[in-house]
């Protein structure tokens, strides 16, 4: 499988989830520069978290509309995977790529901690080796991360089951105690149309490995070789 990280102004986790993925892959990945739009065929691109321009403006925004974003999207159009994470699923539905937006937290402050998610869909190259129920421990940072769209964009999401996991309880349950930022139904993370973008508030890359105290995340990295390789 051959992958790449987009690194923007501010990016810093692109290093770690450019690890996870070589763990699982056991080649290097690429790293394409932000104003870069000349880089190999690729099986997925990953929009990383971090700080993309400091988060002038919205968190994203200015990222969405950088050189590369353009080839993301052309790449997007022709059937490429694209995983977007934390600040990078903020930078994916600014660009249109998915629908909503990422609000700032309901407690107006930054939150960096582990929190669970309940799996809500095992068919996708990003999900394939979790089964629908399972709960991940999983870290999360962030201070916009509160998923809001509108109640027809909602009820789309849900019928066309492309809502990916859901912040929960231990047991599963989803619950408001459970949601960290206020967002809506609980949405940690949600799929395009077509299933192959995934933007997900919380960071698997930082529990893919036994050695951080945890590889919950580890089986998303996996699912994507074996589904793309």
Not at 141 to 158: C, R, S, V
Not at 166 to 171: G, K, P, Q, S, W
């Amino acid at each position: 499988m051959k992958a790449a990280v987009i690194v923007f102004p501010g990016s810093n986790c692109d290093r770690d989830i450019a690890l996870a993925l070589e763990q699982s892959t056991g080649t290097p990945t690429t790293m394409v520069w932000h104003q870069d739009t000349d880089f190999p065929e690729l099986d997925l691109i990953v929009v990383p978290g971090g700080f993309s321009y400091g988060d002038y403006l919205r968190c994203g925004a200015m990222a969405a509309h950088s050189p590369v974003m353009r080839e993301v999207k052309r790449r997007v159009e022709k059937g490429t995977r694209v995983l977007a994470v934390c600040n990078g699923f903020q930078i994916v539905t600014e660009a249109g790529l998915l629908p909503g937006v990422l609000m700032r937290n309901r407690g107006l402050k930054y939150v960096c901690k582990d929190v669970h998610v309940r799996v809500e869909d095992s068919q996708s190259a990003f999900t394939a080796k979790y089964n629908i129920g399972d709960v991940l421990r999983i870290p999360i940072g962030h201070a916009e991360g509160n998923y809001f769209a509108d109640h027809e964009t909602l009820q789309m999401l849900e019928a066309e089951g492309r809502v990916a996991f859901r912040y929960c309880a231990l047991d599963g349950e989803v619950t408001d105690d459970a949601n960290p930022n206020g967002s809506q139904r609980n949405i940690a993370g949600i799929f395009n149309k077509s299933r192959t973008v995934l933007g997900m508030m919380p960071h698997p890359e930082r529990l893919a490995d036994a050695k951080l105290g945890g590889n919950d995340g580890r089986a998303l990295f996996d699912a994507l070789v074996e589904t793309l390789a």
